[in-house]
């Protein structure tokens, strides 16, 4: 299967881009968020048959972040215009986890967004 990059941006008041690398490509962090960093972010995979499609495009999600680090609520707000990669892109929101935000000592939940770049070689 042909190598793909990833590109995830997080998009909340406090916080920066987020990136996945090609899962062929060895790597030593997964992501990296300036006041909110991925306690879990596992590379998604790119869907077989999209990548057999040479399916790409850009995914933007709105979702919620729970006091616990959990997104909840996540709606594509942005289609890449294939439902596989805004499917993979769902799923991996889902799966993952961040450091909870804190504001005043106290932890808030906080709206953000996530943008999901599928590109093949």
Do not use: H
Not at 43 to 63: C, D, M, V, W
Not at 98 to 115: R, T
């Amino acid at each position: 299967m042909r190598n793909y990059l990833c590109f995830l941006a997080l998009s909340a008041s406090i916080s920066g881009p987020v990136y996945a690398e090609s899962p062929t490509a060895p790597s030593s962090k997964c992501g990296e968020v300036a006041a909110t960093p991925p306690c879990n972010c596992e590379k998604p995979r790119y869907p077989i048959e999209s990548a057999n499609r040479n399916e790409q495009g850009k995914t933007t999600l709105q979702f919620l972040l729970t006091t616990e680090g959990r997104p909840t609520r996540i709606m594509v707000v942005r289609s890449s215009g294939y439902p596989r990669l805004d499917g993979a892109s769902v799923a991996a929101i889902t799966n993952a986890c961040f450091k909870p935000i804190e504001k005043d000592g106290k932890l808030i939940e906080q709206e953000a967004s996530i943008d999901f770049e599928w590109k093949l070689d």
